[in-house]
């Protein structure tokens, strides 16, 4: 499975971004897929899931209500919509995919292919 992440950029606080996740190789309704996010010099974390059943995890708790995951079967793709970003959001974004549709949804170690990254900025 091969993913290919894209949509990140600089953006001031309050403003919007929506990230793609491009998947090839497998249909995504097959497999869990999870967004991951990496601040400098911090691990990375867990966002939230989309599952194979297109049921959607939590999502972590300082993007309630301001993130939305969601998925395109016709284009293989997922999203992450991000709307009042603040500056703590700022951090490489991965996408991540679990052929083995594991149950633990919410850890890294589940997911065996990993995007390239995109990063986000946001100013203050």
């Known amino acids: 499975v091969q993913l290919q992440a894209s949509g990140g950029g600089l953006v001031q606080a309050g403003g919007s971004l929506r990230l793609s ?3 090839s190789g497998r249909p ?3 497999l869990n897929m999870g967004w991951f ?4 010099g911090k691990e990375r974390e867990f ?5 194979w059943s297109g049921s959607v995890t939590a999502y972590t708790d ?6 939305t995951v969601s998925r395109e079967n016709a284009k293989n793709t997922i999203y992450l ?4 970003l603040k500056p703590e959001d700022t951090a490489a974004y991965y996408c991540a995919a679990d052929s083995r549709r594991s149950v633990a ?3 890294a170690r589940s997911y065996g292919d990993w995007g390239q990254g995109t990063l986000v ?3 203050s």
């Open 21 to 23: 996740c491009a998947v």
């Open 28 to 30: 995504i309704n097959n």
């Open 37 to 40: 996010r990496q601040a400098p």
């Open 47 to 51: 966002v939230v899931a989309i599952r």
């Open 62 to 67: 300082s993007v309630k209500g301001r993130f």
């Open 81 to 84: 919509q991000m709307n009042s």
């Open 105 to 107: 949804v919410y850890s």
């Open 121 to 123: 900025t946001v100013s």
